[in-house]
């Protein structure tokens, strides 16, 4: 297992790399100067060209991405060209308000699709289950700045229930805190909720009719109990890859939903480092995320083995 985990994370280097370089050529091959936008439409080319010089962004690119990327692997993500900030101490003040959309929404999702796909393969012989696919196919089609807007203007907007927009740490209270990420975690969990409820219908209706669920039943257990104590067990295994998956892009953050409700988290970082043409910052986060998902992969082989004691690492 030590082994195992070991040469994961050595392959988490060539990633990282890979990662580096597409998103610092995309990022600097886009047009805009953040020189430019720093000093304003008043600017005479001579400022510009002095800030640039100061940001060091006259360099060749080649020479920009190996010093940016050097710093990068000892730690330091640079400074943001507008706050002046270190990069990594502002993605660790974004991060509270995404790893709580992230968990809240993973929470809605399990408790929508695990009783929704054990329920569909109850009722696997009725016409529920047709119900229930379209359902899900319906939560995976929908929009999430649709059922944004849609969810705000009902609950926030016409009843007055929960605040349209907005975030609260929790320090200053659980109600504050959940009232101001209920909506948007729950647009976040209808999508994620549709396609681990079909994934786990799948997995359910594979193990179903094993020979030793059969077994099970020939015991005198009820469906019920058989469904959930051995059907369910084995059908979470590949189900973990899509759970995991759905964590990862949420940890990364949801950038649409995170913009709708004006969540200040990753996601929205994003979108201000955009519009700022704030590289260093840009950069960083993209990096961070994709670290996110090599991690939350690595764990997910890693509760691979938790769950099926047969799967052994070398």
């Given amino acids: 297992m030590i082994q195992y985990i070991a040469r994961r994370l050595m392959l988490l280097v060539p990633v990282l790399i890979v990662v580096g370089i597409v998103v610092f050529a995309v990022i600097h091959l886009t047009p805009g100067d953040p020189a430019a936008v720093m000093l304003g439409e008043t600017a005479t080319p001579e400022q510009v060209a002095q800030l640039r010089q100061v940001m060091g962004l006259d360099e060749p690119l080649l020479t920009q991405f190996f010093t940016w990327f050097g710093q990068a692997v000892t730690g330091n993500l640079g400074q943001s060209v507008f706050s002046g900030e270190?990069?990594?101490?502002?993605?660790?003040n974004r991060l509270g308000?995404?790893?709580?959309?992230?968990v809240l929404a993973s929470l809605i999702s399990l408790l929508m699709a695990v009783p929704s796909a054990v329920f569909a393969v109850w009722k696997r012989d009725s016409s529920l289950d047709p119900a229930f696919m379209s359902a899900t196919l319906l939560g995976v089609s929908i929009p999430n700045f649709w059922l944004a807007l849609l969810l705000i203007l009902c609950f926030a907007v016409t009843l007055r229930w929960l605040p349209v927009s907005g975030y609260v740490p929790l320090s200053e209270g659980f109600w504050p805190w959940l009232s101001h990420l209920l909506l948007p975690a729950i647009v976040l969990?209808?999508?994620?909720?549709?396609?681990?409820a079909r994934m786990l219908r799948d997995g359910m209706l594979d193990v179903v009719y094993q020979d030793y669920i059969r077994t099970a039943r020939a015991k005198g257990l009820k469906e019920r109990i058989v469904l959930i104590k051995h059907v369910l067990g084995n059908a979470m295994i590949p189900t973990t890859t899509v759970i995991g998956?759905?964590?990862?892009?949420?940890?990364?953050?949801?950038?649409?939903?995170?913009t709708v409700f004006a969540i200040p988290g990753i996601g929205q970082l994003i979108v201000d480092s955009i519009s700022r043409r704030d590289y260093p910052v840009l950069q960083g986060t993209v990096l961070f995320v994709a670290m996110v998902y090599v991690m939350v992969n690595l764990l997910i082989d890693l509760a691979y083995a938790a769950l099926d004691p047969r799967i052994r690492y070398d």
Wanted: hydrophobic residues 55%.
């Fill in 189 to 196: 969990s209808v999508q994620q909720a549709g396609i681990i």
């Fill in 245 to 258: 998956a759905s964590i990862a892009g949420l940890l990364g953050g949801a950038v649409v939903t995170e």
């Fill in 86 to 92: 270190p990069v990594l101490q502002i993605i660790e």
């Fill in 97 to 102: 308000p995404t790893v709580s959309l992230a």
